[in-house]
């Protein structure tokens, strides 16, 4: 008996070791969701899973200390700006470290980095750190030699006693260089191939409420001059798509519109066709914990007009397409892989998303699932105009999700593309597009109008000759009755 007990004992263990427990990697540890047509929260399939972390004990670099930016290459270079230690880390993309930036030649003296903010890597592999506490943009070749350098620009529309603090930087194909820059309030600076400060673009304009201006009204001479002035918001940061166009977002708690796309002359040219404003969160908390709206802090441009935006405030990630759609959003604070403390900056990496918190010191990197891929692919078809493609791919994204309303809309859009009309109008009802579905209505009642038009007219034609046989019939039949009655037969 007691053997048979030792041998019970011994299956149950050995069973017991032979279970595989899901990592925590295996499953996302955020809820992922869209905002319906009503405002409320649609739960979603995780677009991306943490897959692992990289740490600069873990590249055998020292731990990083207050990392502030990043930036991937198109080819996997992976550049981190560890603010703390002052110093610039350059993986490849099997995540090798190729060098460590600490210092570079100035005429001859050695020279360094004081609290950078921002990093930026050019298609000609030229390295643009924002050297904040140094007030100066240093401009390094891919092997850390001094090009040029950014600072004290000179402007008659430059306040006197200008100090610059630049906290981010891009640059485009023409080599023109986009700066935001700390206390400046008219917008991005900007300056030339030749370092030469040209103006600001995207310029925030900021207006007060009409209770402020009750109370301005009501107000003495004496109390107007010690209310704060109506000053426009700094911007956060900066990117670049392959047309050129400038993404940035705004450090502003009250406008809808956070996010920008700045075309060369300046101007707001972002799409923002979808059910919300692109901003972030729709409803939020007005008091307590994880209150308020959005504070979007970084931005990187995908592929296929896609874009998505990093909230410092509740650490979430929002993705959106080029018409201003959002797509699904993923994130939040935590200990675990996969959620934050402080995230400061998001990049991406072939097809993952990597995102560095400044707080835990590292970059987690994320996996996309099954519906991130089938969501993303078939936002570039569309983008792309391949729509019969596009409608394949959302169909597959409907069987993983029926409740997904982009899905009905990005098939309905890849239909009125191909002057499927009356398709059309089936998914934009279910995609609750009041708008679209009008055009496609529009467009399907053109369309009948045009391919039954001969007949319509034939009919036309027709009732209007019957019409007047009858009228002329009646006419005769009365001048008969009449003559007649006058005895004229």
Do not use: C
Request: no cysteine; aromatic share 12%.
């Amino acid at each position: 008996m007691q053997r048979k007990r030792v041998l019970l004992l011994a299956a149950i263990l050995t069973l017991a070791t032979t279970i595989v427990v899901p990592s925590a990697s295996a499953a996302a540890p955020y809820e992922a969701y869209n905002y319906d047509f009503y405002g409320d929260p649609a739960p979603l399939p995780a677009p991306y899973l943490p897959d692992y972390s990289i740490s600069g004990s873990s590249l055998g670099v020292g731990d990083f200390n207050q990392p502030n930016d990043m930036y991937v290459t198109q080819d996997g270079i992976i550049y981190i700006l560890d603010s703390g230690n002052a110093r610039v880390v350059v993986l490849d993309s099997n995540l090798k470290v190729l060098q460590v930036i600490t210092s570079f030649d100035n005429n001859g003296k050695e020279d360094g980095f004081a609290a950078p903010e921002g990093l930026f890597v050019s298609e000609k592999k030229e390295i643009y750190v924002a050297d904040t506490d140094h007030n100066r943009v240093v401009v390094l070749s891919n092997d850390g030699k001094l090009i040029k350098m950014i600072e004290n620009p000179k402007s008659d529309i430059l306040p006197s006693g200008f100090k610059f603090f630049p906290l981010k930087v891009t640059v485009d194909k023409a080599d023109r260089i986009f700066v935001v820059a700390r206390g400046v309030f008219e917008g991005i600076m900007q300056f030339d191939d030749k370092s030469m400060f040209m103006g600001y673009v995207g310029t925030i304009n900021v207006s007060p409420s009409i209770w402020d201006r009750i109370w301005r009204s009501l107000s003495t001479n004496a109390q107007k001059r010690q209310m704060e002035l109506f000053i426009p918001t700094e911007f956060a940061s900066v990117d670049i798509d392959s047309k050129g166009f400038v993404y940035a977002t705004a450090v502003d708690m009250t406008s809808d519109k956070t996010i920008k796309r700045l075309n060369p002359s300046g101007q707001d040219v972002l799409k923002r066709f979808g059910y919300w404003p692109v901003k972030g969160e729709i409803r939020f908390r007005r008091f307590g914990n994880n209150s308020g709206p959005s504070k979007l802090t970084d931005i990187k441009v995908l592929d296929g007009g896609m874009y998505v935006a990093l909230d410092s405030n509740r650490a979430r990630l929002f993705t959106y397409n080029d018409e201003g759609d959002l797509l699904y959003v993923f994130g939040g604070r935590g200990n675990q892989l996969g959620v934050f403390n402080t995230p400061v900056a998001v990049e991406r990496i072939g097809d993952k998303l990597a995102v560095l918190d400044r707080g835990k010191n590292n970059i987690a990197v994320f996996r996309p699932t099954e519906f991130g891929n089938l969501v993303r692919k078939a936002t570039i078809q569309h983008y792309n105009g391949n729509d019969t493609e596009a409608v394949k791919l959302w169909e597959q994204v409907l069987r993983l999700n029926t409740n997904y309303e982009i899905a009905y809309l990005g098939i309905g859009k890849s239909l009125l593309m191909e002057k499927k009309n009356k398709e059309a109008m089936e998914y934009f009802k279910l995609g609750m597009s009041r708008k679209d579905f009008s055009v496609a209505y529009k467009r399907y009642r053109r369309e009948v109008m045009k391919e039954h038009f001969g007949s319509f007219m034939t009919v036309l034609l027709s009732l209007v000759t019957a019409f007047i046989a009858y009228r002329i019939a009646r006419q005769v039949i009365r001048r008969r009755t009449g003559k007649r009655e006058a005895g004229f037969y």
